[in-house]
C-alpha cells in the first residue's frame, strides 16, 4: 500500500528567501505526482504534476523534481512571499487506476514572514 | 476560470441521519472524484466516478456511501446513516482528462455529526 510522507511538517522562513520541501512516497512505481497548495477553508489547488517518466517541472517560482527510483520528490520555491504561506501536499497516483485517484501526504504548514 | 461548486459549505446532522453533499463540477469536465479529510489528517481518496458509473472506491467507501450524477450537472454524495466519525471535510474534485491531469477541487462541505 502506498504511503506519502513530507517533511519538514512545519516551516517559518523570512521573506525572500528559497526554500525547499520533500516528499517521500514508498511504491515507486506511481504513474504521476502532484503538488497542491491548501488554503485553510478552501480547495485544494493543483500546482505542479509531473509525470513517471519526467524528472522535473516548472512553473514560475516553483520548481518540481521526481526522483522515482528513490521514492522522492522536492518543491523548490524562490523567492518566498506571504502570499504563499499555505499547506503544500504532495500526492501520488497508480498505473492501477490511470494516475486517476491520489495518495495523499500530510503535507508542509509553511509560513512566510514579512 | 471554471469552478467546482460545493453546497453546502458547512452541514451539522444528527448522528443517524442521511445527508446529501452537492457538487457542480467543471461543465466539459468528464471524471468526478470525492475525497474527504479529517481534521488535521491528511486527505484520503473516497471515489471516483466516470460514464455514469463507479469507476474506483476506496477501503472507507462502504455500503453507508453512495454517489450519484442525477442530472447533467450535479454529483452527489449520499451518506445514509452517519456517524460521529463521518465529520470531516468532503470534497469534490472533477478533471476532463484522466491521469491526473486539470485536477480541479471545490472548496469543500464541512460536514459535523453530532
Known amino acids: 500500500k502506498q504511503e506519502v510522507t513530507q517533511i519538514p511538517a512545519a516551516l517559518s522562513v523570512p521573506e525572500g528567501e528559497n526554500l525547499v520541501l520533500n516528499c517521500s512516497f514508498t511504491d515507486s512505481a506511481i504513474y504521476n505526482l502532484q503538488w497542491f497548495r491548501q488554503d485553510p477553508g478552501k480547495g485544494l489547488t493543483s500546482l505542479l504534476l509531473?509525470?513517471?517518466?519526467?524528472r522535473e517541472q516548472t512553473s514560475g517560482r516553483l520548481n518540481a523534481s521526481l526522483d522515482k527510483s528513490s521514492g522522492r520528490s522536492t518543491l523548490y520555491i524562490a523567492a518566498s512571499q506571504p502570499g504563499d504561506s499555505a499547506t503544500y501536499l504532495c500526492?501520488?497516483?497508480?498505473?492501477?487506476?490511470?494516475?486517476?485517484?491520489?495518495?495523499f501526504g500530510p503535507g508542509t504548514r509553511l509560513s512566510v514572514l514579512p | 476560470e471554471p469552478e467546482v461548486t460545493q453546497t453546502p459549505s458547512h452541514q451539522v446532522t444528527q448522528m443517524g441521519q442521511e445527508v446529501i453533499l452537492r457538487c457542480v463540477p467543471i461543465s466539459n469536465h468528464l471524471y468526478f472524484y470525492w475525497y474527504r479529510q479529517i481534521l488535521g489528517q491528511k486527505v484520503e481518496f473516497l471515489v471516483s466516478?466516470?460514464?455514469?458509473?463507479?469507476?474506483?472506491k476506496s477501503e472507507i467507501f462502504d455500503d453507508q456511501f453512495s454517489v450519484e450524477r442525477p442530472d447533467g450537472s450535479n454529483f452527489t454524495l449520499k451518506i445514509r446513516s452517519t456517524k460521529l466519525e463521518d465529520s470531516a471535510m468532503y470534497f469534490c474534485a472533477s478533471s476532463n482528462t484522466g491521469g491526473g491531469y486539470g485536477y480541479t477541487f471545490g472548496s469543500g462541505t464541512r460536514l459535523t455529526v453530532v
Open positions: 509531473i509525470q513517471s517518466s519526467q
Open positions: 466516478f466516470y460514464n455514469n458509473e463507479i469507476s474506483e
Open positions: 500526492a501520488v497516483s497508480s498505473w492501477d487506476n490511470y494516475g486517476q485517484n491520489f495518495v
